[in-house]
T-cell receptor, first 110, second 113 residues
């Protein structure tokens, strides 16, 4: 069965302390992998699309990378405003629907 | 910000009562989706629509129905609410499902007592 797993569930960082979030997937064929950010009480907001292994995308302090079985979201020198839940979603090659992971909640302390 | 409005934003109801959640968009996007979000489960697709009067089931559709009579409105109905349907419900829209880029509403928190 196709699955999307995110780790860790929660991550507490000091301001400036870089770290990475993981999204692993078991899928027979990948059409695309997507990262979203969700603030408390809000809907998710789209961040990145990755389509093939080796691809990288960057936005401010965030960089997303993709391998054949997982994706990483690197947060470089985070600030308190980077605190949010980060969701990854996978689109399988035989379907356009997205399967979401449970998310990683990042808290950045000043 | 994408023009997506969900109503009501909060609702408390009792088991066995019908509930309708409304999603209204001003973007004229063809595709609309209803998701539920529960701790530990992430977002799960309930139903989606690919045009007026064109809808299909998602992975957790039991106990839910939808309707789309106009491009801008997508309604989610719980015919007889149960406590297991207590959740936060999100509507999303997209121009094309192939991009994976969805625009989400702010969510509707439903509590079924």
């Amino acid at each position: 069965e196709d699955q999307v797993t995110q780790s860790p569930e929660a991550l507490r960082l000091q301001e400036g302390e870089s770290s990475s979030l993981n999204c692993s997937y078991t899928v027979s064929g990948l059409r695309g992998l997507f990262w979203y950010r969700q603030d408390p009480g809000k809907g998710p907001e789209f961040l990145f699309t990755l389509y093939s292994a080796g691809e990288e995308k960057e936005k401010e302090r965030l960089k997303a990378t993709l391998t054949k079985k997982e994706s990483f979201l690197h947060i470089t020198a985070p600030k308190p405003e980077d605190s949010a839940t980060y969701l990854c979603a996978v689109q399988f090659s035989n379907d356009y629907k997205l399967s979401f992971g449970a998310g990683t909640t990042v808290t950045v302390r000043a | 910000d994408a023009g997506i409005t969900q109503s009501p934003r909060h609702k408390v109801t009792e088991t066995g009562t019908p509930v309708t959640l409304r999603c209204h968009q001003t973007e004229n996007h063809r595709y609309m989706y209803w998701y539920r979000q529960d701790p530990g489960h992430g977002l799960r697709l309930i139903h989606y629509s690919y045009g007026v009067k064109d809808t299909d089931k998602g992975e957790v559709s039991d106990g839910y129905s939808v309707s789309r009579s106009k491009t801008e409105d997508f309604l989610l109905t719980l015919e007889s609410a149960t406590s297991s349907q207590t959740s936060v419900y999100f509507c999303a829209i997209s121009e094309s499902p192939g991009t994976g880029e969805l625009f989400f509403g702010e969510g509707s928190r439903l509590t079924v007592l």
